[in-house]
């Protein structure tokens, strides 16, 4: 059964800056391991996944880093704008099963002007 | 591409009812995964089909369940509804190549 740990649970950046989400997790999982997105009312967008062999992939503003050692990945959003505020969350695929994916409990991000 | 699809997007239900959810995967996509989103669970996996057959499963009840059809689309059914089961439902589906695509989700609300 795979742990994932997500903090911190909420965040507020002005407009501009750097927003900085952590995830952890116990067991090796050899998958894809995605960031959603989620505003109120809506299912979770995919924001950007990343595969354990890679230590850094960036789109646009968000970037992840990925320390496979530490089993530890990142969300970096880049001149956070207020339209990024929404919840956050990381996923890490299971062992075995990379589609069952356990989800962290999720960032509320606020960016304020 | 068309994203993944849900219906219908909201349901009420009365206890002791059972409901049938409906999910299109993007086209393609071969395995359908559904989850359900609650405030004090969070995001949890319910269940996965690939090629019509159901290939994981997580710690829910067997009041929930789920077929898939040779089209890929899914259906997830809840029998005998608790006040508890209300949430918001989503369907993801994925290929090989990719991690998973989430609909909008439909939200249960059990009266």
């Known amino acids: 059964q795979q742990q994932v740990k997500q903090s911190p649970q909420s965040l507020i950046v002005q407009k501009g800056g750097i927003s900085i989400i952590n995830c952890a997790y116990e067991?090796?999982?050899?998958?894809?391991f995605p960031w959603y997105q989620q505003f109120p009312g809506k299912g979770p967008a995919l924001l950007i996944a990343?595969?354990?062999?890679?230590s850094e992939k960036k789109e646009g503003r968000f970037t992840i880093s990925f320390n496979k050692s530490a089993k530890q990945f990142s969300l970096h959003i880049m001149d956070s704008q207020p339209g990024d505020s929404a919840t956050y969350f990381c996923a890490v695929p299971n062992t075995g099963t990379a589609s069952k994916l356990t989800f962290g409990t999720g960032t509320r991000l606020q960016v304020t002007l | 591409k068309a994203g993944v699809t849900q219906t219908p997007r909201y349901l009420i239900k009365t206890r002791g009812q059972q409901v049938t959810l409906s999910c299109s995967p993007i086209s393609g996509h071969r395995s359908v995964s559904w989850y359900q989103q609650t405030p004090g669970q969070g995001l949890q996996f319910l269940f996965e089909y690939f090629s019509e057959t159901q290939r994981n499963k997580g710690n829910f009840p067997g009041r929930f369940s789920g077929r898939q059809f040779s089209n890929s689309r899914s259906e997830m059914n809840v029998s005998t509804l608790e006040l508890g089961d209300s949430a918001l439902y989503l369907c993801?589906?994925?290929?090989?190549?990719?991690?998973?695509?989430f609909g909008p989700g439909t939200r249960l609300l059990v009266l």
């Open positions: 067991n090796t999982a050899f998958d894809y």
């Open positions: 993801a589906s994925r290929s090989n190549q990719e991690t998973q695509y």
């Open positions: 990343i595969r354990p062999d890679v």
